[in-house]
């Protein structure tokens, strides 16, 4: 049996595969994102270590048959760590807005060293808030013994080991993709410590075998070997087995637009360069808003999701003019814009909840739209549906409608934890089963809405920012 866990930002998901490769159970168990201050995204690696001893001991009942453990994870956070996996701090996420200063120290860099990421440099990724956490909170930065990302944390804890490996690090604007390994020149003109970086070791290479305490905690053997793992984009390409001629849509907490690449693309503004779990790589556009905007407004609505489903739906598309900016932690692709921030617009007396709560799913799913738009995959690339913020059919369909492509629908309980257990099993992805295929309907009257929508941003472009807090 394979196991994999995916260390997500909502929760973590455990799921056990046999020899076969069929699915035998799977289990998840989710913790808060806190914001103690304006702009900032943190959780407790304790409560990521708790749910993982839930999500797998219900996942791997009979644990003591589980030959090897894969991992992966959210991506782009700082977890500051001592050598033992006792955490300095609660972990930064990728949603956290908080280093926007720090976007100068790399403004400054020479071009020719920040080419060589490859990426668009914003908040939430682990090189700016290590930046920050330098700057505010020396004591914590100097004590600390390593900086990994939030699935090698688990592995330390899991193997009393620490590694990083090309997709994660890819990830946090300290990566060379151009040389595949730590961007040391960019870390040494930042003046940040090397030392914090752990070594590199390949996603399927195997790093050593559970510790007698993390056994213990698990439910699981001691022998069971634990491999590297991938970033959650890069595992959820392995788990449905994404070709080059498809695009990968994942709708978490973020929302993920996908495209293989089995060379380095050349960057482009707004998207995303990273490295694949195998030697290729994958162009991103990243939704920051997705799930977690639609959790947002349903709570401000205090509506449970059986609600909220039922007063959107009660709402005609355009939802009467309501818009909703979805922008609560800033945005990634297109507008690249820390400061951006949500909310709705537009509402008149003769509005309600309904379309409150209808302007949020349209206001997510135009956003999901506009980073499709940037990504600007070929026509004939079909669009692959993943995702725990994916599975309400009246949302999916809401999804095909604004995307105007069809959404090919994989019979997949997390892409991510799957891709996670093949890196365990060695093992090439076994062809996805399409479940459904959701066809745009073509009815709505898109164009005007979708103007409004980007229009709204548009006006209140600048407007963000230090005058709002942020
Ligand atoms: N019924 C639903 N419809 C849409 N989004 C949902 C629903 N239930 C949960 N979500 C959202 O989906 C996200 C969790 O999806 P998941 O794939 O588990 O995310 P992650 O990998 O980021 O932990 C959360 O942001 C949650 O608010
Ligand atoms: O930000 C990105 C990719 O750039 C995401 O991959 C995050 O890693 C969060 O993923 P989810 O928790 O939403 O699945």
Known sequence: MFL???????????VLYDEAGRLVRDASAAYAVASPRPGWAETDPEAWWSATVSAVRTAAEDGLRVKALGLSGQMHGVVLTNLDGSP????????DGRATRQLAAYEAVPPTLLARLRNPVTTGMAGPTLLW????EPGVYEGASLALQPKDWLRLRLTGKAHAEPSDASGTLLYDLERDAWHDDLVAVLGLRRDLLPPLVASGERVGELSTSAARALGLSEG????AGAADTAAALLGTGLTASQVQLTVGTGAQLVVR???LPTARRGVHVFRGADAGFYVLGAVQNAGLALEWARRALRAEWREFYALARSADFGSGGVIFLPYLTGDRTPHLDPHARGGWIGAGLQHDASHLARAAFEGVAFSIRQALGALAPA????VRLAGGGSVHPWWRQL???VLERPLEVVDIPDASALGASLLARGAEAPLAKVEGIVEPRGELRLADAVERFEAAYEHLEGWFGPRLGA
């Not at 300095?88 to 949603?95: D, H, I, Y």
């Open 224 to 227: 069971v070997q634990v491999v």
């Open 4 to 14: 994999g866990v995916d260390l997500g930002t909502s929760s973590v998901k455990a």
């Open 88 to 95: 300095a701090r609660p972990a930064v996420l990728w949603a």
């Open 379 to 382: 026509e004939t690339h079909l």
């Open 399 to 401: 999804l095909a409608d």
């Open 133 to 136: 956490l330098r700057d505010h």
């Open 261 to 263: 690449s089995a060379t």
